[in-house]
């Protein structure tokens, strides 16, 4: 009984010490460079694994939306990235890869800076890839199957007017993906890495609970 008691005044206070405005929803839209590193950067590779590789930096848009109940809450997104292939390290001149993929996972506000929301996040990716090679004029590309990920990131929310947010933040999402090559229908699938860093600016609307 007493340690019943011990932890619901602690519960208690942990609530009163929580802020009102700490409990609120968002919706918010964002978009910036996405730098690709390791393999999805890299050329040099022989077979298969050539055809993801030799990536520059490109640009993409996401969504977000999550609740916040106190300090800790949930998220889900959604992204749309497209990035160009660097001739010196690309299979096939003019190639483009697109990805797109929804993530959802958890994310924690740093009681740090008063005027300021700083804020860590950690979650799962469920990706897809598609490259075409030798520009638009070109038939041949693929798609991968929807596979999982994780990302990890940080930012920081800016409030002002009340109810909206400037948002700065930096991410590194870390992707496989498997294929087959175009035109085979039996066979091995090949699994390849597609790993990036994002740095957006987002805007968000809030709302208290």
Request: proline share 6%.
């Amino acid at each position: 009984m007493k340690n019943a008691a011990l932890i619901a005044a602690t519960a208690g206070l942990v609530s009163l010490a929580t802020p009102a405005e700490a409990q609120f929803v968002y919706f918010g839209l964002r978009g910036g460079a996405a730098v690709p590193t390791g393999a999805f950067a890299e050329g040099g590779t022989t077979g298969e694994n050539q055809l993801v590789e030799g990536a520059k930096t490109g640009f993409g848009y996401g969504l977000d939306a999550g609740i916040n109940l106190g300090p800790l809450g949930i998220y889900a997104g959604f992204d749309k990235m497209r990035f160009e292939c660097a001739e010196a390290a690309c299979s096939a001149p003019d190639s483009k890869f697109k990805m797109q993929g929804v993530s959802a996972g958890v994310r924690l506000i740093l009681p740090l800076i008063p005027m300021m929301k700083p804020w860590v996040k950690a979650g799962v990716t469920f990706s897809e890839l598609e490259t075409q090679f030798g520009g638009a004029s070109s038939t041949p590309q693929f798609s991968s199957e929807r596979t999982p990920g994780y990302e990890v990131g940080a930012g920081v929310d800016i409030p002002f007017l009340g109810f909206f947010s400037i948002t700065p933040q930096v991410r590194y999402v870390g992707q496989k993906f498997d294929y087959k090559l175009p035109g085979v229908t039996s066979g091995d699938t090949t699994t390849d890495k597609a790993n990036y860093y994002t740095f957006d600016l987002g805007l968000r609307i809030r709302s208290p609970i």
